[in-house]
């Protein structure tokens, strides 16, 4: 018997997409002005381990400038035959097959057989789950490098979310939130932390203590923050500001421990055994890229085949009554438009690049930071790495293009390499999960009802508490002499 939820699986809201689209346009339009301000410049580059990587000392103004006005419409469509064609394409189809696979799974009423036996188990202990949770998704973006791999379960987490009495924003904390911050807190994260240490000539994955004690602090910093705004939402679910937007998957999952068997109920054991040995093999495969590298750069793909046929069986398996085909085309529907917002986050980068002004932004922020004294110098190579993550997302891509400039200027500044690393570690993750430019932050937010700005208002006192706390520990690491 079908399980007729009618809001089963991924649904992008029409508000949190038109919020989304508008910033995001609006971002575009001033990368285009920035084409006619910023003059033209550009450093030579060499190609190291198949990336392109600058040549210090090598900048030269060119002259050009003035992006076409035309071009700033047409970005978000260039973004296919640019160099990022391949990632454009690859984060499109993930999401897409996600979003199909999940209202397949909804509809089957696994999920509900899922947050059922979790809310049973763990109603009494739900802060400890949170804990657990946390850690679980800190800890594979810190030590494997995950990210983008994990957007699949952030679904599940905040479905998990409703049935604990929680909202969609503190789903979001424990899993994507949660993934980002390990990420950003490398201890022994291959593309970020692996590739910058690599490229300064420093012993790979060194000094890892300080970076410990970083992520432990992080780690409690992000617990307490959530524990303490779902204690609140418990009091008052209206005091969220998803409250309306939650209402119709709170209705189906807040009292799910109370509710009765499914129809189909005899059947979903064996559809989650079979869809968990499909997560397993993920899982499996994200771990073997750790030590495979070549297994990593096609991750996406396999992780949303996997999920797919993991998912298609298991629906299969739950005899739910309802036609799978349908239900799947359906959940690509309601997740598809935010294939329109990875394009235009993509464009940004894409106008600033083009527009020949990215080098020059480099170029003004490497001979600001050659002024100063150490704890300076610090302090603008991690404020130099922020700003260019708004455009550049990629971890290892930015660690190409910016160590090679950072480690000399660190030995100009009476820096050392391993400060330098980590203050390029700092600048490149935390934001992920703030700036509209990021793609992955737009997938997260297009598989929930949250809208951009109810997110950076929610996240944003957060984002900048730890960013003095990242200041310090850079001021510190200077302070005891990290690395020397």
């Known amino acids: 018997m079908e399980n007729n939820n009618s809001n089963a699986g991924i649904q992008i809201s029409k508000k949190a997409f038109f919020s989304s689209v ?31 990587s600058i040549i210090p000392g090598t900048f030269h103004f060119t002259g050009d400038g003035g992006y076409p006005v035309w071009r700033w419409f047409t970005a978000p469509f260039e973004v296919f035959v640019s160099s990022d064609a391949v990632t454009v394409i690859s984060i499109i189809l993930f999401i897409c ?74 789903g979001l904390g424990m899993s994507a939130l949660a993934a980002g911050f390990g990420f950003s807190s490398a201890t022994l994260n291959p593309f970020t932390l692996g590739v910058a240490q690599e490229l300064a000539g420093l012993p790979m994955f060194s000094g890892i203590g300080f970076r410990i004690v970083f992520f432990l602090t992080a780690y409690a910093v992000l617990y307490l923050f959530l524990m303490r705004y779902a204690k609140k939402i418990e009091k008052n679910p209206e005091a969220s500001s998803v409250y309306q937007d939650d209402l119709a998957k709170r209705a189906v999952y807040s009292n799910i421990g109370e509710m009765e068997d499914l129809p189909n109920q005899q059947y979903l054991g064996k559809t989650v055994k079979i869809f968990v040995g499909a997560l397993v093999l993920v899982i499996v495969y994200i771990i ?53 917002l990875i394009m235009m986050a993509m464009s940004v980068k894409l106008i600033i690049a083009n527009g020949g002004i990215m080098d020059t932004i480099l170029y003004y922020a490497s001979e600001a930071a050659a002024s100063m004294g150490p704890y300076g110098a610090i302090v603008m190579i991690f404020l130099l790495v922020l700003g260019l993550n ?24 009476g820096l050392t390499r391993q400060m330098a690393v980590q203050a390029f570690c700092f600048g490149d993750g935390f934001t992920n999960m703030l700036y509209p430019t990021n793609p992955l932050l737009m997938i997260t937010l297009g598989v929930t009802v949250v809208s951009y700005p109810k997110w950076f208002k929610w996240s944003i006192p957060l984002q900048l508490f730890m960013l003095g706390v990242q200041v310090l520990f850079l001021l510190a690491a200077v302070l005891i002499g990290y690395g020397a």
């Open 97 to 170: 097959i996600i979003g199909g696979t999940f209202a397949v799974l909804d509809k089957s009423g696994m999920l509900q057989y899922i947050m059922t036996g979790l809310v049973r188990r763990y109603q009494d202990s739900k802060y400890k789950l949170m804990g657990v949770l946390i850690l679980f998704f800190m800890l594979f973006g810190s030590v494997f490098g995950i990210f983008e791999e994990l957007v699949a379960l952030v679904p599940i987490v905040i479905l998990l979310s409703y049935a604990l009495g929680w909202d969609s924003l503190t």
């Open 22 to 52: 508008i910033i995001l346009f609006c971002l575009m339009m001033a990368a285009g002005i920035l084409t006619y301000i910023i003059p033209g410049g550009a450093f030579e580059k060499t190609i190291i381990d198949g990336k392109e």
């Open 390 to 413: 708004f455009f550049i997302g990629s971890g290892s891509a930015k660690a190409f293009l910016l160590i090679p400039i950072i480690a000399p200027l660190a030995d100009l500044v």
């Open 288 to 340: 073997a890229g750790f030590f495979v590298p070549a297994l990593s750069s096609v991750s996406l793909p396999v992780m949303a085949l996997v999920f797919l046929i993991g998912g298609l069986i298991a629906a299969k398996a739950s005899r739910y009554g309802g036609k799978i085909f349908k239900d799947f085309v359906s959940g690509v529907g309601g997740i598809a438009p935010s294939a329109l």
